[in-house]
């Protein structure tokens, strides 16, 4: 995901949002604001971002039921959502995982830890979107009657399987692994997808 993607934060202290949205805009993302969980969901009505940086603990609406109400929406379920949290025991952590959650950053945080970890599920966004693409085109390819077409793309499932599982792995270890740990499995999944998109472009004719 290139820096041009919109980050929605949620948090009710004035001056966390301000160090946000500065730390944010000069690594040259979009950045929208809301001091309440409500203000999100009137954002989210409106156009959903890229990736949510949420507070736990505010008043109304906490940041769970902030998480809860966004994977409830259409499309909702591919926006990832990082909590901001001074919360650092194990329930509270695995409440968030529960909420829909991809990870956490403590408070008082790093600027670099929070930017990488960005980045890193911009990132895995959009290895997911990638993945769909390629299975439409596949599918694609199997509508066609010529029966050589078939044949091709059913040899192309297997490695399009592949890499939707490392995707699917490096999510579910991703407040686990290193920066570069992450950047590493992204590029050899990156790699890995420009091969299939080209064998796919090839037989369609592109």
């Known amino acids: 995901m290139t820096p041009e993607a919109l980050i929605l934060i949620v948090d009710d202290q004035p001056e966390n949002l301000q160090m946000l949205s500065t730390t944010l805009r000069e690594a040259a993302y979009q950045v929208a604001a809301a001091n309440s ?79 990488a970890r960005v980045r890193t599920q911009l990132e895995l966004k959009q290895a997911r979107q990638t993945i769909l693409e390629s299975a439409s085109r596949l599918e694609e390819l199997l509508r066609q009657k010529d029966s050589m077409l078939k044949l ?37 999944m990156q790699q890995q997808l420009g091969q299939i998109l080209g064998r796919v472009d090839q037989l369609l004719g592109v």
């Open 37 to 115: 969980g409500q203000t999100a969901l009137r954002i989210f009505a409106k156009r959903l971002p890229d990736l949510v940086l949420c507070d736990v603990v505010m008043p109304d609406m906490d940041g769970y039921e902030v998480c809860l109400r966004l994977k409830a929406l259409p499309q909702g379920q591919d926006i990832p959502l990082i909590f901001l949290t001074a919360k650092t025991d194990s329930q509270a952590i695995l409440k968030g995982f529960e909420s829909g959650a991809v990870d956490y950053v403590t408070k008082p945080f790093n600027t670099g830890e929070l930017l």
């Open 152 to 188: 091709a793309a059913e040899e192309l499932k297997s490695p399009l399987q592949n890499v939707f599982n490392q995707v699917s792995d490096l999510v579910r270890r991703s407040s686990s692994l290193s920066a570069e740990a992450m950047s590493s499995g992204l590029q050899a």
